[in-house]
């Protein structure tokens, strides 16, 4: 299996601040990553697909980088909403894997 | 607008069946190329990809699963179900339906339902 290892496991940030989550794969997945926003209670919401692709309806301080085993993800300047647990997801081979979250939290 | 609903019992004894189904509207799940994917996510944890499947038949489930997973669909009724046999306390967990598209990114979501392994 592909492991996925985000970093860092919590981040404490103000609103306005630009802040970069990163994940590591295990092995060469191209560009066959995917971003995710969860809030408590809710599903998981698709933010980036293809590594920097962004979802239709997500905002463009949303951004993804990245390819082969090391991928980011930036929030330009951090909106109250954007306070959340954010999990990353390869899907180049099965069995699919997830990183094990960042929670991004409010300083 | 693609929705997602499981379904199924809040409540399954140790060593029986844990079965949901996902009810798909506003497409068919018959469409190409999407893949559907079954998700588990343990209280206070991460995500846990289970399996996914392609209507014509094509099957992928997590391998520590394997044995005691089954994925069907229902194309007449724009359903797809997942059976998990020979449950314990490690199955309980909100379990989740969702779409892979593009890249295989799961880009809708059912809203998830609790199940609870206890006697």
């Known amino acids: 299996d592909i492991q996925m290892t985000q970093s860092p496991s919590s981040v404490s940030a103000s609103v306005g601040d630009r802040v970069t989550i990163t994940c590591r794969a295990s092995q060469d997945i191209t560009k066959w990553l995917a971003w995710f926003q969860q809030k408590p209670g809710k599903a998981p919401n698709l933010l980036i697909y293809a590594a920097s692709s962004l979802q239709s309806g997500v905002p463009s301080r949303f951004s993804g980088s990245g390819s082969g085993t090391d991928f980011t993800l930036t929030i330009s300047s951090l909106q109250p909403e954007d306070f959340a647990t954010y999990y990353c997801?390869?899907?180049?081979?099965?069995?699919?894997?997830f990183g094990q979250g960042t929670r991004l939290e409010m300083k | 607008q693609l929705q997602l609903q499981e379904s199924g019992p809040g409540l399954v004894k140790p060593s029986e069946t844990l079965s949901l189904t996902c009810t798909v509207s506003g497409g068919s799940i018959s469409s190409s190329p999407y893949f559907w994917a079954w998700i588990r996510q343990p209280p206070g944890k991460g995500l846990e990809w289970i399996g996914s499947f392609y209507y014509s038949g094509s099957t992928y489930n997590k391998p520590s699963l394997k044995s005691r997973i089954t994925i069907s669909v229902d194309t007449s009724k724009n359903q797809f179900s997942l059976k998990l046999s020979s449950v314990t306390a490690a199955d309980t967990a909100v379990y989740y339906c969702?779409?892979?598209?593009?890249?295989?990114?799961?880009?809708?979501w059912g809203q998830g339902k609790m199940v609870t392994v206890s006697s």
């Open positions: 997801q390869q899907a180049n081979t099965f069995p699919i894997t």
């Open positions: 969702a779409r892979q598209a593009d890249y295989n990114a799961l880009d809708f």
